[in-house]
């Protein structure tokens, strides 16, 4: 018996199309464990390159030192710690409010024809340089800021410009939070006698709780990470800042400024400063993805 001809075409096809699948789903696959695997070498590569400061200096006399001479092998990093939370706890004080109210505004409030112009001017901001930032915050915001009190150079300096580098951050996570609550929370809250702004407040930003704390955490990893725009304007001080008016430098200055000339133990204290940036960055970002889960169960 004759096997049909159409039977044996539409055999092939799909014989054709269950290798296609399989190829995509692999290809895939392995992009998605080269990501895995790149960050396990950063992390490896780190550790090999620390670990000679990790011994002879010990991880809990470099987290807890307060002085960094390596003329004097002395490696304490906890200025550098200070001034990286101080720097991000003021950008986050000061952009947390209004990113969340702009995206309140973007998503409850504003026309369509203003929010087609607003939200791609805040995403403007993620391609403007970390470099032109720190020029702008040198040339504007120092003087400004030196006519307050101390030199200019100072985290409240480096505090400003980061609060708007990590608006875009905030702004759009927190304004895809807020769309994705059902319509149901709003027009239930209306319908119970609410004002508009009252049903925002009380029902929406509620059920986008989770959203917006991810956009608070995103936001600070990226506050906490960035190097050019604080090396320019925050003047690099190795003293233990006291005031949001004072010199500082944090965790990622440090390398970027001593790589160079850097070796030996000094070489490994760099690459030491590196694993703990690593580790801040690593527990936001997994804060974060727990929290976008919670949203969206």
């Known amino acids: 018996m004759k096997i049909p001809r159409l039977f044996l075409s539409q055999l092939r096809r799909s014989r054709w199309r269950y290798f296609t699948d399989q190829s995509w789903r692999w290809t895939i696959f392995l992009c998605g464990l080269s990501g895995i695997f790149i960050v396990a070498l950063i992390v490896i590569f780190l550790l090999r390159e620390a670990l000679p400061a990790f011994q002879d200096i010990g991880i809990w006399d470099m987290i807890s030192g307060k002085e ?23 950008a986050l004080v000061m952009a947390v409010p209004i990113g969340i109210l702009c995206a309140i505004f973007l998503a409850e409030v504003a026309p369509l024809k203003i929010r087609q112009v607003v939200r791609p001017a805040i995403e403007l901001l993620v391609g403007i340089p970390s470099v032109v930032y720190g020029l702008v915050g040198m040339i504007f915001l120092v003087p400004q800021i030196a006519k307050i009190g101390g030199y200019g150079d100072s985290i409240l300096a480096g505090a400003i410009v980061v609060s708007i580098m990590v608006l875009p951050t905030i702004v759009s996570v927190s304004e895809d939070s807020l769309r994705a609550v059902p319509q149901a929370y709003r027009e239930g809250a209306l319908a119970l006698g609410s004002t508009r702004w009252q049903a925002i407040w009380h029902a929406v930003l509620p059920a986008a709780r989770s959203g917006i704390l991810a956009a608070v955490v995103l936001g600070m990893g990226r506050a906490i990470g960035e190097t050019m725009a604080v090396y320019m304007v925050m003047g690099n001080s190795l003293l233990m800042p006291e005031s949001p008016l004072d010199a500082g430098r944090t965790l990622t200055t440090t390398p970027a400024l001593e790589i160079k000339y850097a070796a030996g133990v000094h070489w490994s204290a760099l690459f030491a400063d590196g694993i703990i940036l690593l580790v801040f960055i690593l527990a936001l970002n997994s804060i974060a993805l727990i929290l976008r889960r919670r949203q969206f169960k």
């Open 68 to 90: 960094w001479r390596p003329g004097q092998d002395k490696y304490g990093m906890l200025p550098f710690i200070v001034g990286s939370f101080y720097l991000t706890a003021l």
